[in-house]
Nanobody
């Protein structure tokens, strides 16, 4: 399975971006997908997850109410709509696939496949 994250860029505070995670391989639609982010010098942070059929969705408190995760299994994609962006959202964002569960976890070590990351920069 290969994951490709895209959609990052530079935006002013209060703006929006939509990240996409595209995958090859049929198992993508069978398992949970998570989004994480990393700031240099800090640990990777859980952002959001979505279960295989979208029945379970979970967000980190830091993005709840601003970010929305969704998936289209027919297209093998998971999207992360990010609104009301803040400078502290600046990070490299990664999507990941957890083939150990249908419903996902916030623990990054449980995810087996990772995309290459896409940089989001929010200016003040």
């Amino acid at each position: 399975v290969q994951l490709q994250a895209s959609g990052g860029g530079t935006v002013q505070a209060g703006g929006s971006l939509r990240l996409s995670c595209a995958a090859s391989g049929r198992i993508f639609s069978t398992y949970a997908v998570g989004w994480f982010r990393r700031v240099p010098g800090k640990e990777r942070e859980f952002i959001a997850l979505i279960g295989w059929n979208g029945s379970r969705i979970s967000y980190a408190d830091s993005v709840k109410g601003r970010f929305t995760i969704s998936r289209d299994n027919a297209k093998n994609t998971v999207n992360l709509q990010m609104n009301s962006l803040k400078p502290e959202d600046t990070a490299v964002y990664y999507c990941a696939l957890d083939i150990g569960t249908y419903y996902g976890t916030s623990k990054s070590e449980e995810y087996e496949y990772w995309g290459q990351g896409t940089l989001v920069t929010v200016s003040s």
